[in-house]
């Protein structure tokens, strides 16, 4: 599902920089939903939601299937784009606009030209019934460099692809993940993962790698030691606790979902203070019951749990991960467990439905979507969005961080709210299209 091999190139410069101003966008959040209807809900939430594709984010000539004849929304030529993926969106409150990280992107057809591990491109879109447009900032250069001295010194790197982003505490931040090694289809090795963080300065800023912030996959993956339990947390997806439900002089927090590497894992939750989301050390991890301080070994699976792993020696790299054998310490080596097929996840707070959201693809290779009441869970039954047999080589679902807040308007001008739109990448394109999913059915049983 990703390239074989890829060619190491130098580190570009940041992207040009946008204008600073004030973002002017509050909070709106519903009334809670009494708890007999909540109750209610679990017995009558729809198994399924219709999806339906808007237009092409990236690329210049779709023309494989799925995707020939859809609206090209954008032709991405300027940026150097011709394929793409992942489409990771979030809000900055800096500048006011939409930011979209893509993982490998080629400036040419079949994964040619100039390759770049990541690029950064923005949006002011706020009418997305119609597609979601880009802004033309000009040649779309890497925005987050290699960092070879912080891979183990006899390991190889083969790229950095983003999988999540927030604006929280008044900074940017992306997470990502150093790739060692493309394996079979829906599997790869990493690393570790990390956080960069934009920083103000000449030339428009830059984004550095924020050291604190490493979590090595395994032993001698990086040039960081390995903590037990960092193999669960190298592709992230995150959200912040809404404003309004933090009370005066209590922590707000980041909430970070995290799975392991490739498409086979569980996923497993942890949160931080907003003001530390580059220490490891202030994590706490989700036991099933309680917090736990930095011991990610301990983190229980809350989406995609699997009793066992696959394969023929599943049964010692459950062993290996279990926290009460050794402290999870020999999981260094053998790998995270396997089997829960949560995969690519994008995670928001949706006002309309006053719930978390989830997205993810499953292990069929169909898109799911749950709701809750906290992070934590309980998480409801999957609902899917789109199936592989209506788009085959689909993956990574990214939601859009304005659905559901009333920022959106339709054709009309009107508030755009029941609306959940969000990216999806094909493989047949290598290309991300823009997709939108209608909450109404949904909002009712909830509400």
């Given at each position: 599902?990703?390239?074989?091999?890829?060619?190491?190139?130098?580190?570009?410069?940041?992207?040009?920089?946008?204008?600073?101003?004030?973002?002017?966008?509050?909070?709106?959040?519903?009334?809670?939903?009494?708890?007999?209807?909540?109750?209610?809900?679990?017995?009558?939430?729809?198994?399924?939601?219709?999806?339906?594709?808007?237009?092409?984010?990236?690329?210049?000539?779709?023309?494989?299937?799925?995707?020939?004849?859809?609206?090209?929304?954008?032709?991405?030529?300027?940026?150097?784009?011709?394929?793409?993926?992942?489409?990771?969106?979030?809000?900055?409150?800096?500048?006011?606009?939409?930011?979209?990280?893509?993982?490998?992107?080629?400036?040419?057809?079949?994964?040619?030209?100039?390759?770049?591990?990541?690029?950064?491109?923005?949006?002011?879109?706020?009418?997305?019934?119609?597609?979601?447009s880009l802004i033309d900032t000009g040649y779309a250069y890497q925005f987050i460099p290699a960092a070879r001295n912080a891979v183990f010194f006899i390991g190889s790197e083969v790229t950095n692809i983003p999988s999540a982003a927030i604006y929280a505490n008044g900074e940017n931040y992306v997470n990502y993940f150093s790739v060692k090694s493309w394996d079979t289809p829906g599997r790869w090795t990493t690393n570790y993962s990390a956080i960069s963080q934009f920083v103000p300065g000449p030339n428009g800023g830059e984004w550095v790698l924020q050291r604190s912030?490493?979590?090595?996959?395994?032993?001698?993956?990086?040039?960081?030691?390995?903590?037990?339990?960092?193999?669960?947390?190298?592709?992230?997806?995150?959200?912040?606790?809404?404003?309004?439900?933090?009370?005066?002089?209590?922590?707000?927090?980041?909430?970070?979902?995290?799975?392991?590497?490739?498409?086979?894992?569980?996923?497993?939750?942890?949160?931080?203070?907003?003001?530390?989301?580059?220490?490891?050390?202030?994590?706490?991890?989700?036991?099933?019951?309680?917090?736990?301080?930095?011991?990610?070994?301990?983190?229980?699976?809350?989406?995609?749990?699997?009793?066992?792993?696959?394969?023929?020696?599943?049964?010692?790299?459950?062993?290996?991960?279990?926290?009460?054998?050794?402290?999870?310490?020999?999981?260094?080596?053998?790998?995270?467990?396997?089997?829960?097929?949560?995969?690519?996840?994008?995670?928001?707070?949706?006002?309309?439905?006053?719930?978390?959201?989830?997205?993810?693809?499953?292990?069929?290779?169909?898109?799911?979507?749950?709701?809750?009441?906290?992070?934590?869970?309980?998480?409801?039954?999957?609902?899917?969005?789109?199936?592989?047999?209506?788009?085959?080589?689909?993956?990574?679902?990214?939601?859009?961080?304005?659905?559901?807040?009333?920022?959106?308007?339709?054709?009309?001008?009107?508030?755009?709210?029941?609306?959940?739109?969000?990216?999806?990448?094909?493989?047949?394109?290598?290309?991300?299209?823009?997709?939108?999913?209608?909450?109404?059915?949904?909002?009712?049983?909830?509400?």
């Open positions: 599902d990703a390239p074989a091999a890829l060619a190491a190139t130098p580190p570009l410069s940041a992207p040009p920089a946008i204008p600073r101003r004030e973002s002017t966008r509050t909070l709106r959040s519903a009334e809670p939903a009494p708890a007999a209807a909540v109750t209610a809900a679990a017995v009558t939430a729809p198994k399924s939601l219709a999806s339906s594709h808007i237009g092409w984010v990236t690329g210049q000539r779709n023309n494989a299937i799925p995707g020939l004849g859809w609206p090209q929304t954008n032709n991405t030529q300027w940026a150097g784009v011709y394929g793409t993926d992942l489409g990771i969106m979030w809000f900055n409150g800096e500048n006011g606009l939409t930011q979209l990280a893509f993982g490998d992107t080629f400036s040419g057809p079949n994964m040619t030209g100039d390759w770049r591990s990541n690029v950064l491109l923005l949006s002011d879109d706020t009418q997305l019934y119609n597609g979601l912030s490493i979590r090595s996959a395994g032993w001698f993956r990086s040039s960081t030691p390995y903590v037990a339990g960092s193999q669960n947390f190298q592709q992230m997806a995150y959200v912040l606790q809404p404003e309004d439900q933090v009370a005066p002089g209590e922590t707000r927090y980041l909430y970070a979902f995290g799975t392991p590497a490739g498409r086979a894992g569980s996923a497993f939750l942890s949160r931080v203070p907003e003001g530390a989301i580059t220490d490891l050390g202030q994590y706490e991890y989700w036991d099933g019951s309680t917090w736990v301080r930095d011991k990610p070994a301990v983190a229980a699976p809350v989406i995609g749990d699997s009793t066992n792993s696959t394969g023929l020696f599943g049964c010692i790299i459950d062993l290996a991960n279990n926290p009460n054998f050794f402290g999870g310490w020999f999981a260094g080596f053998t790998g995270a467990k396997t089997g829960g097929n949560v995969s690519e996840m994008s995670v928001q707070y949706n006002e309309y439905l006053d719930k978390y959201v989830v997205m993810y693809g499953d292990g069929f290779n169909n898109i799911q979507l749950r709701t809750a009441d906290t992070p934590e869970g309980q998480w409801s039954d999957p609902i899917q969005v789109v199936s592989s047999i209506q788009y085959p080589g689909l993956y990574a679902p990214m939601i859009h961080p304005l659905s559901g807040t009333g920022e959106l308007t339709d054709a009309s001008g009107d508030p755009d709210v029941s609306t959940l739109y969000w990216n999806m990448s094909l493989w047949g394109n290598y290309n991300v299209v823009l997709m939108e999913t209608d909450l109404a059915p949904l909002h009712t049983t909830l509400v």
